[in-house]
């Protein structure tokens, strides 16, 4: 594990590590593990003001949440992913958050799959504009389709980094599950290593299980290490479900990061 404090820092997904209490007891609950950093998945449904309360009553930053569930890869709802976007930059603008958060949509049957890429490609395109000088940054998400989201469209890395060399904006990265694409392919040091310039965030959980990070077989001392000896400065999100006490489960983890 890191002996330095390292560039990348900690941020919990406090929906999925205290999915059961209020926001505010959540961020409460972060402060007191020792991490300086939350994030989480809808604004539209949470109390943003009391939200930001916590945050600064803590001294914390909000690391990334989610833009819109609306597909990018059918041309039909391209304008309404655009307007949930433009209204997800304000709200991150609103709470200082640098980074949000995009599922791209379902494989569609009967279309082809190229057709849906370069519709892909052809959204973030256009989401790249209403990003620029806005100081927040889009990551698109691969997921797991063997266990978690059947039928989702973005599955492997090497797809998403093809769609980020395409789209050709600074302001449109990957958001690099390690959960998930240890699932999806393996090889998860190597292609984070590879690809480090093109990934906007992490998100790290055990697997199996989706349980805390030190159980199961990935070896996130040696993962963060990866990390570490690249450029990478940003967060990575603990999106897990605690199998024990959340607060000690994290102050586990923090002491990877120097915390």
């Keep these: 594990m890191p ?5 990348y820092r900690p941020s919990v997904c406090i929906d999925a590590v205290f999915g059961t209490i209020s926001s505010v007891e959540a961020i409460d609950q ?29 001294g914390m930053q909000i690391a990334a949440c989610c833009t819109k569930f609306i597909s990018l890869v059918d041309p039909a709802t391209r304008d ?17 958050c640098p980074t949000l958060i995009s599922q791209v949509g379902d494989f569609r049957p009967g ?31 691969p997921l797991n389709e063997l266990i978690d989201h059947r039928g989702y469209f973005l599955v492997r890395s ?17 958001v690099f599950d390690i959960y998930h694409q240890q699932i999806s392919e393996g090889h998860v040091i ?24 030190t159980r199961g077989e990935l070896n996130y001392p040696q ?8 450029n990478y400065g940003g967060y990575v999100g603990l999106e897990y479900w605690p199998t024990k006490d959340a607060v000690t ?7 990877w990061f120097g915390q």
């Design 249 to 255: 489960g994290l102050r586990e983890v923090a002491g």
């Design 223 to 230: 993962i963060f290490s990866a990390i570490g000896e690249t």
């Design 111 to 141: 279309v082809d799959r190229r057709a849906q890429h370069d519709c892909l490609v052809i959204g973030l395109r256009q989401a790249s504009k209403l990003l620029a000088d806005s100081g927040v940054t889009l990551v698109i998400e």
């Design 158 to 174: 090497d797809e998403a980094f093809e769609v980020i060399d395409q789209v050709e904006s600074e302001h449109v990265k990957v």
């Design 30 to 58: 972060v402060a007191a593990a020792g991490i300086k950093a939350f994030e989480f998945w809808g604004w539209w449904d949470k109390d943003l003001d009391a939200i930001e309360a916590a945050r600064d009553r803590h």
């Design 80 to 96: 309404d992913y655009l307007a949930g976007l433009a209204e997800s930059i304000r709200v991150a603008k609103r709470l200082k």
């Design 3 to 7: 002996k330095n404090a390292p560039k």
């Design 190 to 213: 190597t292609n984070l290593r590879n690809n480090i310039d093109k990934i906007g965030h992490f998100h790290a959980a055990g697997n199996p299980g989706r349980n805390e990070l």
